[in-house]
């Protein structure tokens, strides 16, 4: 089965956009995910005809909309070039750090996420990413957290968008913010991934639990951020 | 005064891609002190796809040979240079809209040429591009033009100004394309596509017999 919206992976090395693909469906199994690396004879750089073949047959093989991610140089100018050959509002480039966002954008992608959705994940990655590696290990929520004194909420998300990208790297960026282990609805809420993962929507139940020395203070933070709806409302 | 059709057209692609041969290696070793050392193989390979196309395409205007660079050139060059020459040539081949170029029609095609590569590339002057070399060039084709020149003067002069631009990108800092990587070090060295730009716009010139 395809999912709604595929992606296209633009880089100077075929082996490096081969590698890419089999890096991101390993978390997204079903999205149509195409390479478009190196020149159409084999050589390092970027191929206008690749790019143009990989977007047109991701949207003859079904899918709704085609994002595009790039490394450098001229993989941008390449994919911007077919882009305005083409003239379809289906497909859209996004210029962000080429593996995180390939990887956001699968994700979001595979959770069924919409078009614009699917280029949000991608552009936040940078942020998204930089938040939960802070995180590290962090993660809480083993059993003996609880006895350690976990503090929990529950609470409605009230953004019609739900935890999609942008929300959850804010989410991601507070929670790592405190020396806590934070957690949402079990998984780690400092890694935008995790969160994304959940498929939140707009109107979802979440609990919040925190634990450790700032344990309170995160939970307050966390839920006022969810709270205030992410400017959505 | 004769102005520029079909005829001056194909003569500039065979001398253009008899120009990037030539000077392949040199463009190569720019773009080897600053970049990936591959432009000159990038203009030659390109050049050499259009000459290939250039009988079966039959070409009948100034805007269709232009359009045939354009779009051999995307989808060959493989590099950043393809993409840019590549949107140049495209609006350069739709602002060609005569059967043959006066001095306005030159400077209108090289306006809409150095729009492209800003509009892809985002480059401004200064930033060590080929903008460097194209700027000038468009300037000096419609200086050409307002005083009354011809199509042949316009082309001169805007060859002679997109050399002096390339050489102007000798001192500078690269800040677009792969050589802005190497920041300060990229100084003292001339930008590759600048040069390869200050080449095509002189075998224009060439072909127009100026
Ligand atoms: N953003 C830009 N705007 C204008 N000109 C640019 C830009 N980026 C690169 N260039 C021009 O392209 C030339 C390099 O062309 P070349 O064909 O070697 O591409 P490249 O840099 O190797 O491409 P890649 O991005 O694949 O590495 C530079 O010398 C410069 O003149
Ligand atoms: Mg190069």
Redesign the interface.
């Known amino acids: 089965m395809s999912v709604g919206t595929a992606l296209v992976l633009v880089s100077h090395s075929a082996q490096l956009a081969a590698g890419l693909v089999e890096v991101a469906a390993q978390m997204a199994p079903d999205v149509d995910i195409r390479a478009a690396g190196g020149t159409d004879d084999g050589r390092v750089g970027t191929s206008f005809d690749l790019v143009e073949q990989a977007v047109t047959g991701a949207l003859s093989a079904g899918a709704d909309a085609v994002v595009v991610l790039t490394d450098l140089g001229s993989a941008t100018l390449t994919a911007e070039s077919v882009l305005e050959m083409l003239e379809d509002e289906r497909v859209r480039l996004v210029d962000a750090p080429f593996v995180e966002a390939t990887v956001a954008a699968a994700v979001a992608a595979q959770g069924g996420g919409d078009f614009d959705a699917v280029v949000a994940a991608a552009g936040t990655a940078v942020t998204g990413f930089a938040g939960s590696g802070e995180a590290g290990g962090a993660t809480a929520g083993g059993p003996a957290a609880d006895d350690g004194g976990a503090r929990t909420r529950s609470l409605t998300l009230v953004n019609p968008l739900g935890l999609h990208a942008r929300p959850a790297a804010t989410v991601a960026r507070t929670a790592a913010g405190f020396d806590a282990g934070v957690t949402i609805n079990g998984v780690d809420a400092a890694s935008v991934l995790a969160l994304m993962s959940l498929g939140l929507t707009g109107g979802a139940e979440i609990e919040v639990s925190a634990t450790g020395p700032q344990a309170e203070e995160a939970l307050a933070a966390v839920v006022a951020e969810i709270e205030s709806g992410f400017g959505e409302t | 005064m004769a102005d520029l059709g079909i005829d001056w057209a194909l003569s500039w692609v065979r001398a253009a891609a008899a120009t990037v041969t030539e000077h392949r290696e040199h463009l190569l070793d720019l773009d080897r002190a600053i970049g990936?050392g591959?432009h000159g193989e990038?203009m030659y390979r390109g050049f050499t796809a259009v000459l290939g196309k250039l009988d079966a395409a039959e070409p009948s205007t100034v805007g269709d040979v232009l359009k045939l660079v354009a779009t051999t050139l995307?989808?060959t060059?493989?590099?950043?240079?393809?993409?840019?020459y590549?949107?140049a040539f495209l609006r350069g081949a739709k602002a060609a809209d005569t059967d043959a170029l006066d001095a306005a029609g030159v400077a209108a095609v090289l306006a809409a040429g150095l729009e492209g590569i800003v509009a892809?590339?985002k480059a401004e002057v200064g930033d060590k591009t080929m903008v460097d070399a194209w700027t000038p060039a468009a300037a000096a084709a419609q200086h050409v033009a307002d005083s009354g020149g011809s199509a042949a003067e316009a082309l001169r002069a805007a060859a002679d100004a997109a050399r002096a631009g390339a050489e102007s990108t000798d001192p500078l800092v690269a800040r677009k394309?792969?050589a802005s990587y190497l920041g300060e070090r990229s100084a003292g060295h001339r930008d590759p596509g600048a040069e390869s730009s200050a080449l095509l716009l002189e075998t224009a010139a060439s072909a127009a017999g100026a």
């Open positions: 990936d591959d990038n995307m989808s060059v493989g590099g950043a240079a393809g993409p840019l590549g949107t892809r590339g394309g792969r």
